[in-house]
C-alpha cells in the first residue's frame, strides 16, 4: 500500500484526513517537515501532507523549495484554511506543489482523496519522464507528462493536442518528425502506465485498478496488459510491476529506431526542438 505521511497539528485536520485517505494509502504521522528525510531512505513514502495552521507565519517557503529539489517525485500537498492568505497560495504555486487542499471550504472525504491521487499522478509522470524521456524532445516529455497526469479522466487525442496549443493533425506531424508514437498509442501507455503503478498497491484489485482507467472490466484490464507488456498482472508484478512496464514502454512504446539522441537535435521540426547541446557532447 502506497504511503503518505501527515504532518497536520491540527487534529480536527488530521482525523479528517486521515479517515478519507486510510482506505487506499498507509498513512503515517509525522511531527515536521524534517521528519520526511527519516523515511525516504526506507523505501520512501509516495507523498506528504503537510499542514500550514499559524495564519501568523509565512509558509516554509525555503524548507518547501530545498525538499522539492532533493525529491522531485514525492508529491507534495498543502492542507490550511487559507482564508485572507490568498498570497500563501500564489507563493506555495511557485513552489511547485502537487495539491492544495482548501480547509475552509470544508472538502469531503471524495474531494480529498481525489487531490492526493492528483497528485501522486503528477509525481509518477515526473519519474515515468526522468526514467524514459530525458533524452526526447521537450514535445514528448509533454505529451508523456499530460497523458500519464490524467489517465483516469481517460483523455482523447483532441485533448491532448489542446493542452500543448496544436491541432491533432499537427501533434501527429511534430511526433512523426522525431520518430515517435502516435498520440492514441501515448494515451494507451499512459493508461498502461498509471495501471502498473497502482496494481503495486496491495490494496488495490485488478478490477478496481480497471475500473478508475476506464477497462470497465478487469478482463478488459488483463488481455490489454498480455497484449502490450507482454504478461498478466500477477506475472507483471512478479517481474517489477512498473519498472516493467517502464522497460516495455522505452523499448516498443516510444518506437525509438537508430541513433535517438543525434535525431532529436536534427528533427525537421523547430518547434519544440531541444534549446540545450547534443548530450552526447562532453
Known amino acids: 500500500m502506497a504511503e503518505i505521511l501527515l504532518q497536520l497539528s491540527d487534529s480536527r485536520a488530521y482525523a ?12 503515517r504521522e509525522i511531527q515536521t517537515l524534517k521528519d520526511v528525510e527519516m523515511y525516504i531512505p526506507m523505501g520512501g513514502p509516495r507523498g506528504c ?14 524548507d518547501l523549495r530545498t525538499l522539492r529539489r532533493k ?10 484554511d487559507f482564508s485572507g492568505r490568498e498570497m500563501d ?6 513552489v511547485n506543489v502537487d495539491g492544495v487542499l482548501r480547509l475552509e471550504e470544508k472538502p469531503s472525504a471524495r ?6 491521487d492528483e497528485a501522486l499522478a503528477t509525481c509518477l509522470a515526473e519519474v515515468v519522464v526522468q526514467t524514459v ?34 491541432t491533432p493533425h499537427t501533434l501527429l506531424r511534430e511526433l ?6 502516435a498520440p492514441r498509442d501515448l494515451l494507451l501507455w499512459a493508461r498502461l502506465i498509471q495501471a502498473s503503478h497502482l496494481l503495486e498497491r496491495p490494496s488495490e484489485t485488478v478490477e478496481n485498478v480497471a475500473f478508475r482507467l476506464g477497462y470497465g472490466t478487469g478482463s478488459n484490464l488483463r488481455k490489454a496488459l498480455k497484449r502490450h507488456v507482454g504478461c498478466s498482472p500477477t506475472a507483471l508484478l512478479e517481474r517489477g510491476g512498473l519498472a516493467w512496464t517502464l522497460g516495455v514502454f ?33
Open 16 to 27: 479528517l484526513l486521515s479517515a478519507a485517505l486510510d482506505s487506499r494509502y498507509q498513512c
Open 111 to 116: 474531494q480529498v482523496l481525489t487531490v492526493v
Open 49 to 62: 501532507v503537510l499542514g500550514l495552521f499559524d495564519k501568523s507565519a509565512p509558509p516554509p517557503l525555503n
Open 71 to 80: 525529491h522531485p517525485t514525492l508529491a507534495l500537498v498543502l492542507a490550511a
Open 133 to 166: 524521456a530525458q533524452d526526447l524532445p521537450p514535445i514528448a516529455q509533454e505529451a508523456i507528462r499530460w497523458t500519464i497526469e490524467r489517465a483516469e479522466s481517460r483523455p482523447r487525442v483532441p485533448d491532448l493536442a489542446a493542452a500543448l496549443s496544436l
Open 89 to 94: 497560495l500564489y507563493h506555495l504555486g511557485r
Open 176 to 181: 512523426r518528425a522525431v520518430e515517435l508514437a
Open 250 to 282: 522505452r523499448r516498443e512504446g516510444l518506437r525509438q529506431a537508430g541513433d535517438t539522441k543525434t535525431r532529436w537535435t536534427t528533427a525537421r521540426s523547430s518547434r519544440w526542438r531541444m534549446a540545450t547541446p547534443n548530450r552526447d557532447k562532453k
